[in-house]
T-cell receptor, first 109, second 114 residues
């Protein structure tokens, strides 16, 4: 079966750095997405990785290792507004997105 | 403002009733999707359409139907609602299946079936 695993919840301190991990087992791979979802709102696109390595976009970076079926999202200089759920999703061989259950990130002052 | 509009925002529905959730996009995206999101579970695909005139079943299609008569509209119908269909429903679109641009989501419809 297809499976994406992420921690259910993480807590971090304002100004710090946090890494959210995602491991996946899917039938084929055509890219990995990270989305941010604030409570009661729709998911919004953060990043896309299709090749191994690190993609940096401001305070957010996303890493992919296809051989390990592994990705992480790195958030630097955490702000209170970063409190949200972070969703990992993988595009399978049929170009369908398979979604993880999301990681709820709690930022404390 | 370009994007996806979903209606209604929320609805309380009696079990057994028929309901259509509306979704309209103005980005001329080819692909559209309906997801449901339940606490503790990831987004689960109900139905999708890769282009106008075609539809396909996702992971949890039972009890739902869709149509794609044109590029912009992708309504989701619950023929006879049941309490297990209580959920938040998101419509999404993408320029084409499998691009790196990601999906654009509507603001969601919160449906409660009683």
């Amino acid at each position: 079966g297809q499976n994406i695993d992420q921690p259910t919840e993480m807590t971090a301190t304002e100004g710090a750095i946090v890494q959210i991990n995602c491991t996946y087992q899917t039938s084929g791979f055509n890219g990995l997405f990270w989305y941010q979802q604030h409570a009661g709102e729709a998911p919004t696109f953060l990043s896309y990785n299709v090749l191994d390595g690190l993609e940096e976009k401001g305070r957010f970076s996303s890493f992919l290792s296809r051989s390990k079926g592994y990705s992480y999202l790195l958030l630097k200089e955490l702000q209170m507004k970063d409190s949200a759920s972070y969703l990992c999703a993988v595009t399978d061989s049929n170009y369908q997105l398979i979604w993880g259950a999301g990681t709820k990130l709690i930022i404390k002052p | 403002i370009a994007g996806i509009t979903q209606a209604p925002t929320s609805q309380i529905l009696a079990a057994g009733r028929r309901m259509t959730l509306r979704c309209t996009q103005d980005m001329r995206h080819n692909a559209m999707y309906w997801y449901r999101q339940d606490l503790g579970l990831g987004l689960r695909l109900i139905h999708y359409s890769n282009t106008a005139g075609t539809t396909g079943k996702g992971e949890v299609p039972d009890g739902y139907s869709v149509s794609r008569a044109n590029t912009d509209d992708f309504p989701l119908t619950l023929a006879s609602a049941v309490p297990s269909q209580t959920s938040v429903y998101f419509c999404a679109s993408s320029d084409s299946a499998g691009t790196g641009d990601g999906y654009t989501f509507g603001s969601g419809t919160r449906l409660t079936v009683v």
